[in-house]
């Protein structure tokens, strides 16, 4: 099995040289890429990942090429691109450096397997294996192909970071779908009974992808670093549920605005399009959930109860913690984003109405 190893950049593929073995991986202390690539080789030649990437590429990989994609506060994602026969497969590796993000990932392999068993599969990754070698953490995930990154603008536009064509601008259009699937996505692995959830997540992370070519918008969530319910909310009796559902509504309309300009610059809210979107993303999901509907009716109708100043008051009750600088912008824009989710979602339930007439 012949490896390759290369590095992606913005400005193109770096090719592997010996002297690259000493230079730092971005945002790793301590981790160097002569040992991030070690690593990675040791893991895809070695068991249980070796006889995993014959079964999923169908034999014996004449050559594999690791390319480090990018880099995070926690993981170091690889893409994996094995050969045989003249057929490409491409997986994607996890790779974690430091105590915490070694425990996470683990973590996290557990979450998707049973967040694909238990909701539906086809918005998370699914993982292959997980290992560790040297300190360091890898988990073989599936890698979805020709979906990227994406990010706030300066001029309140969507960045696609399209490393195979070049970062583009989406039009407002495909701006307000992605966001509205984003929102779909998190809805639908939403625990109604328990209030669990999909967090935290973050779009300044790069958590989730989106693919923009002629077949329209297509987005996935990459990553799951925990899922849980922010607080207990059985003490609220009968109406522990609908409470539930108002903390999850809140916080992910409200924090699905929430980015840096281009994933590192200056924090900002996205405009009130993405809140319209997230709120129909989550009348999408949460239809899709198939619960019974009596129950769903409930929860709809006890969110269309609140006018825009009761939600923000609920809102400042139940948000979900956060840095302190994230946390001062929320508190401002809350006003104008309530304002703009009660009214989409009139919308959306009087447009329920009517298609149940």
Known sequence: MRVVRQIASPEGLIAWKSELAGVAVEGAEGLDYGRYFDGLEAFVTHEPARSLLAGLCGGEPEMVVLRAEKHGALYHPASLTLTVDGRETKLCVNVAATAEARAMLELEAGLLTGLRDNFTPEFLPAPHAFAE?????????????????????????????????????????????????????????????????????????????????????????????????????????????????????????????????????????????????????????????????????????????????????AAEGLAWPCPDDEAALLATAWPDHAAVVVAALGRGLGSEREGHC
């Open 133 to 313: 070698h040297d300190g360091l953490a890898f988990l073989l995930e599936d890698w979805f192909a020709g979906y990227h990154e994406f990010h706030q603008n300066d001029a309140g536009l969507v960045s696609l970071w399209d490393y195979d064509t070049g970062t583009r601008t989406l039009s407002p259009a495909q701006g307000r779908e992605l966001y509205r699937q984003a929102a779909a996505i998190l809805t639908r692995y939403y625990h109604v009974a328990t209030g669990a959830s999909i967090g935290p997540w973050h779009h300044a992370a790069g958590d989730f992808v989106a693919r923009v070519d002629n077949a329209g918008v297509s987005v996935r969530l990459i990553t799951v670093r925990g899922y849980g319910a922010s607080r207990d909310f059985s003490a609220a009796g009968e109406l522990a549920e609908k409470f539930a559902a108002l903390s999850f509504f809140t916080n992910m309309t409200m924090r699905l605005r929430l980015d840096r300009v281009e994933g590192v610059g200056e924090l900002v809210v996205a405009g009130p399009e993405v809140a319209e979107a997230a709120v129909q993303g989550f009348l999408d999901g949460l239809g899709a959930l198939d619960l019974e509907p009596q129950r769903l009716a409930g929860l709809l109708e006890f969110l269309g109860s609140f006018s825009a100043e009761e939600l923000v008051r």
